[in-house]
């Protein structure tokens, strides 16, 4: 990106990055350009080091309605999608974990023309893993 923006055939960059395993991203904006105000950008982080806002209780083993926070799908090779991870929050406010729990909730999840933030559903403990369903699974 750097290497671009020098030669000058673009005048601005985005980098992403992502670790982890839905756990850290980072981005930077990068610009061939001064400021338009004149100011110098700053030398340092001027965000706090440590932020204090407070995370919400960790289920581990989540059972209950539940509300999507953020989510992502994993892709095979073919395109296909073969994985939902879902990051949720219970009625008791207490963020979970899962991934999808059936076929028909991988493919909504997959949809690319609804944003599924903020639906509910249902999520229980199923073989030592979350499962997160849009209609609620009979207990068998």
Wanted: aromatic residues 8%; contains cysteine.
């Amino acid at each position: 990106m750097t290497r671009e923006l020098r030669s000058r055939k673009y005048n601005n960059g985005l980098i992403l990055a992502n670790g982890g395993m839905l756990t850290h991203q980072y981005v930077v904006c990068l610009s061939a350009q001064p400021r338009k105000d004149g100011k110098d950008y700053p030398l340092e982080n001027p965000l706090p080091l440590v932020v204090q806002d407070p995370a919400p209780p960790f289920a581990e083993d989540a059972t209950g309605p539940a509300t999507i926070e953020t989510y992502t799908i994993e892709y095979g090779r073919s395109g296909v999608p073969n994985l939902g991870l879902i990051v949720g929050k219970l009625k008791t406010g207490e963020r979970f974990l899962a991934n999808h729990g059936d076929d028909a909730t991988l493919q909504r999840l997959a949809q690319r023309s609804v944003e599924h933030i903020g639906e509910a559903g249902v999520v229980r403990k199923e073989d030592e893993r979350n499962l997160f369903y849009f209609d609620a699974k009979p207990n068998l």
